[in-house]
């Protein structure tokens, strides 16, 4: 079966961490585009970090500093390990990989979710205050 599998959603206080993982099942290529994106309620879903197959990794100004993509490739798992998390992280966050995106870069209206063919269901991330 081709597809996404994502864990390590939780609930953690302000400040806490979590690293959530995304494993790769069948996909045919190894090298493209993965990323995270998120959705809290009420919003749309947004990039929040993508690593390309050259490793170049690009986030959201809201998580700098704060979250780190990792990936060796398409078909080994993906992580991303948020530090200093804030109420305002709470979303579900969704894994995507795509062999050829128009765009693997994390700048608002060049990410386009339709370029991105697989998906994984979610994982929830809760941060209180």
């Known amino acids: 079966q081709v597809g996404l599998l994502e864990s390590g959603g939780g609930s953690v206080e302000t400040g806490g961490s979590l690293t959530l993982t995304c494993k790769p099942s069948?996909?045919?290529?190894?090298?493209?585009?993965m990323g995270w994106f998120r959705q809290a309620p009420g919003k749309e879903r947004e990039a929040v970090a993508l690593?390309?197959?050259?490793?170049?990794?690009t986030y959201a100004d809201s998580v700098k500093g704060r979250f780190t993509i990792s990936n060796v490739n398409a078909k080994n798992p993906l992580y991303l390990q948020m530090n200093n998390l804030k109420p305002e992280d709470s979303a579900i966050y969704y894994c995507?990989?795509?062999?050829?995106?128009?765009?693997?870069?994390?700048?608002?209206?060049?990410?386009?979710?339709?370029?991105?063919?697989?998906w994984g269901q979610g994982t929830q991330v809760t941060v209180s205050s």
């Open positions: 995507a990989a795509d062999e050829f995106p128009p765009s693997c870069t994390v700048i608002p209206g060049q990410v386009d979710l339709d370029d991105f063919e697989y």
């Open positions: 690593i390309d197959d050259d490793d170049t990794t």
């Open positions: 069948g996909l045919p290529y190894s090298g493209g585009c």
